[in-house]
């Protein structure tokens, strides 16, 4: 029983290491101490409350987009056409407006101005939109 608690114990320790945070002393078994951890709800409550736009945010929860961004998974057979585009078959799993909504809003529903991505064709073509059209 004694050689059961000792090999578990054993077991279920990482050993202690520095954080990940530069310049932080302190040891942990974790990648962050707990001074530096941060959960990504933590990051999301952040993001919302500061940096996310409230009428876009309004619009992606509302049941029109919902209705469209459904039937452009349809229309595009569930695949990135970015990447099928390049000859490759990817699966598809965000709808994108090719045109930003902070640049045309009016074309928020306009199915010529979505097409489905990759996670990462699309996060791709956000930076190229940043690069060309700057944040909101």
């Known amino acids: 029983m004694q050689l059961n608690k000792r090999l578990n114990s054993n077991m279920n320790s990482k050993p202690l290491r520095p954080c990940n ?4 002393p302190n040891l942990t078994r974790e990648g ?5 951890k941060t959960t990504k709800a933590d ?3 952040y993001y919302d409350k ?3 736009n409230k009428k876009h945010d309004r619009f992606y929860h509302s049941a029109s987009w919902i209705k469209c961004r459904d039937y452009i998974k349809i229309r595009d057979n569930g ?10 078959i990817t699966v598809g799993v965000l ?22 991505l990759c996670t990462s064709c699309h996060n791709k073509k956000t930076n190229e939109d940043i690069q ?5």
């Open 21 to 24: 945070k530069p310049g932080c």
């Open 32 to 36: 962050y101490c707990g001074q530096h």
């Open 43 to 45: 990051n999301n409550r």
């Open 50 to 52: 500061y940096q996310r």
């Open 79 to 88: 695949l990135c056409q970015h990447c099928l585009n390049e000859k490759r």
């Open 95 to 116: 709808v994108d407006h090719i045109i930003p909504l902070s640049k045309d809003w009016n074309k928020r529903l306009d199915e010529d101005n979505l097409q489905l």
């Open 132 to 136: 060309k059209y700057g944040r909101k």
